[in-house]
Every structure is written in C-alpha cells, then in structure tokens.
C-alpha cells in the first residue's frame, strides 16, 4: 500500500510562516506530481502549488509567499508558506500522482490533511 503521511501545521499569527512536509511511503515505482491542496469551511478544495520534475505551479493567490520543493530521495514534497494571512487558513492536503510498478497506470493518492490556522 501507498501512504502518504503529513506534518508540519498548526497556529501562527498574520505573517508568520510554517513549513509543510509530507512523505510518500510504500509500493512505488515513481512519482510524477506531487502537490498541495486546501479546503477552507464552505469552499470546494483547491489547488495550492505543484511540482514535476523541476516545473513548478502556484495557484496567484500564493504566488511569491508559497514555495513548494520536493526530495525524489525521500518521496517528500515541501511547502514552504510565508507572509501567511488569514485566508490562508484551511486544511492543507499533500497529493501524489504515484506509478506503483513500471507499466502499471497512475494514481491519486492523498494524506490525512495538516490544519493551517493564521490569526489576525
């Protein structure tokens, strides 16, 4: 099985800064995307950042505040957040396109989610 495992939120105030981790463990033969998603209460999850290879996208509301970074050695993808904002608050989800064996498809998988709480 394929778990992806999560870390890194918690509370900080307008401004401050957190670095998400998450790390992909067992049957995988690559990873071709890994990203970061969040669902704030009401809204539809969305797009944060992703990251292939050394091609990285940002969703604008991040763009310039939020640097994602990724370690093919260890299966882990980072996000770092700074100048956060109360916008920002939201359960932070860690997405990996994952290929378990060499011809096989890929698949979605996705962690437990970290929650991002930014104080005014």
């Known amino acids: 099985q394929v778990q992806l495992v999560e870390s890194g939120g918690g509370l900080v105030q307008d401004g401050g800064s957190l670095r998400l981790s998450c790390a992909a463990s067992?049957?995988?033969?690559?990873?071709?995307?890994m990203g970061w998603y969040r669902q704030a209460p009401g809204k539809q999850r969305e797009l944060v950042a992703s990251i292939s290879g050394g091609n990285t996208n940002y969703a604008d509301s991040v763009k310039g505040r939020f640097t994602i970074s990724r370690d093919n050695t260890k299966n882990t993808v980072y996000l770092q957040m700074n100048s956060l904002k109360p916008d920002d608050t939201a359960v932070y989800y860690c997405?990996?396109?994952?290929?378990?064996?060499?011809?096989?498809?890929?698949?979605?998988?996705w962690g437990q989610g970290t929650q991002v709480t930014v104080s005014s």
């Open positions: 067992g049957n995988i033969f690559s990873i071709d995307i």
């Open positions: 997405n990996a396109k994952i290929r378990k064996y060499r011809y096989s498809s890929v698949y979605d998988y």
